[in-house]
């Protein structure tokens, strides 16, 4: 499965693709972030996100688009961008027809590093270590990116179609039926850095 993660944002927008699953090793093949000036003007400014969103869809053709769930923040204007900037990624799966999942900050700490609550530096420690990376890709809007592309094989069960398995053969009258067993979702394991494909690109606007 391949995953495009955006960690949305409106003067720096995280970007990556990464491929993998449960069960299986996960590779980078694309991070960076995507900038805009702050002098321009908030459409101009949404319009180069959206190209940009647009242009790794076409190039990368993702099965899943994962998103940041925005919340509010004390700093109503930073989380009006955050928003808007999410909002055009939505609109970008939409128009191509790709799925789109939605995760919250503490569900893709703790999908990454087992903990809701981890930091920063965390998270970048334990993609670093999933993807058999030297060091968390840089800044951490890329980081943040990746975290989210990792985290839709582990979390995202609950957005992708049920599966289709064996009919269940109907029990016998008056016999309890058995409790449904969980299943524990793993990372995927570590990978050797040469099999990762690591790249970089930012667009910044004229």
Do not use: W
């Not at 693709?17 to 321009?40: K, S, Y």
């Not at 582990?154 to 008056?174: C, K, L, S, W, Y």
């Amino acid at each position: 499965m391949r995953v495009l993660g955006v960690d949305p944002g409106l003067t720096r927008c995280g970007v990556a693709v990464v491929d993998g699953g449960t069960g299986h090793r996960a590779t980078l093949v694309h991070v960076g972030v995507v900038r805009t000036a702050v002098d321009d003007e908030p459409g101009v400014r949404l319009a180069q996100v959206h190209a940009a969103v647009e242009a790794l869809v076409a190039e990368h053709r993702p099965d899943v688009v994962a998103v940041e769930r925005v919340f509010a923040q004390h700093n109503v204007r930073s989380v009006m961008g955050t928003a808007q900037a999410a909002g055009i990624v939505m609109l970008v799966a939409a128009q191509a027809g790709v799925r789109l999942a939605m995760h919250t900050p503490s569900e893709v700490k703790a999908a990454v590093t087992g903990s809701g609550r981890a930091d920063k530096d965390q998270v970048g420690t334990m993609v670093a270590r999933i993807l058999g990376l030297a060091e968390a890709p840089r800044p951490a809007d890329a980081s943040d990116a990746v975290a989210l592309a990792l985290c839709q094989p582990v979390a995202g069960p609950r957005d992708q179609p049920a599966h289709r398995g064996r009919a269940r053969r109907g029990r016998r009258p008056g016999r309890p039926a058995r409790p449904a067993r969980r299943r524990r979702a793993t990372l995927p394991p570590p990978l050797s850095r040469a099999s990762v494909s690591y790249t970089c690109s930012e667009r910044r606007s004229s």
